[in-house]
């Protein structure tokens, strides 16, 4: 299974301010997924990013709040911009599994707190 | 469009006993696949089990079986020889089988807490 790590694992952020969550993988992938949690609630997919175009956003999502960077094939970047108390989430990042289509590997998640 | 619905906000279970988490699903869809996803208090996502629409049997990966009824579209996941470890929170989900869809759908979850 690939190893995924995020940074920060989690944070305490103001209102109006951005924060960058930075997602590394131990191998090079095509595709990288970006989740949302809000509290209590299920995962929910924000984007796909793929390595050299502009990510792919979800129904209800847009780039100007969560611009997304693929630099590479084993890093990616989720900003979430302007932040207000609602973006208080789980924010994890996730690649493709190898055995099954939709099987999904995470990382440890970042958890962002906005005041 | 594909809905999940886990009707289980919490469950408890002794240890060493077998519980089983219900997940029912809708969709309009005739290949789909369905997952289980546990959450420790972590925070980090660890795939479980798969099962294919088209599967015959019903998956097992361990301790952990996947009791699939495809009229009843449910996908229950049962846990054999509870362990504490095992307290957590479970994710029902699925996703669209046909042009490789990794989008996956997913419940509300439940959280299970084994007792000593």
């Known amino acids: 299974s690939a190893v995924i790590s995020q940074k920060p694992s989690r944070d305490i952020c103001q209102r109006g301010t951005s924060l960058t969550i930075q997602c590394q993988v131990d191998s090079q992938v095509t595709m990288m997924f970006w989740y949302r949690q809000q509290p209590g609630q299920s995962l929910t997919l924000i984007a796909t990013?793929?390595?050299?175009?502009?990510?792919?956003?979800e129904s209800g999502f847009v780039i100007d709040k969560f611009p997304i960077s693929r630099p590479n094939l084993t890093f990616s970047t989720l900003t979430v911009s302007n932040m207000s108390p609602e973006d208080s989430s789980i924010y994890l990042c996730?690649?493709?599994?190898?055995?099954?289509?939709?099987?999904?590997?995470f990382g440890e998640g970042s958890r962002l707190t906005v005041l | 469009a594909q809905k999940i619905t886990q009707t289980q906000p919490g469950m408890f279970v002794q240890e060493k006993e077998a519980v089983t988490l219900d997940c029912t699903y809708d969709t309009s869809d005739q290949s789909y696949g369905l997952f289980w996803y546990k959450q420790p208090s972590s925070g980090e996502m660890i795939f479980l089990i798969y099962?294919?629409?088209?599967?015959?049997q019903n998956a097992t990966e361990g301790r952990y079986s996947l009791n699939f009824q495809k009229a009843r579209k449910s996908a229950n996941l049962v846990i054999s020889a509870s362990q504490l470890g095992d307290s957590a929170m479970y994710f029902c989900?699925?996703?669209?089988?046909?042009?490789?869809?990794?989008?996956?759908?997913f419940g509300k979850g439940t959280k299970l807490t084994v007792n000593p």
């Open positions: 996730s690649v493709r599994g190898y055995r099954y289509t939709g099987e999904l590997f």
């Open positions: 990013a793929n390595q050299g175009s502009e990510a792919t956003y």
């Open positions: 099962q294919g629409s088209y599967d015959e």
């Open positions: 989900a699925m996703n669209r089988v046909q042009g490789g869809s990794e989008k996956l759908v």
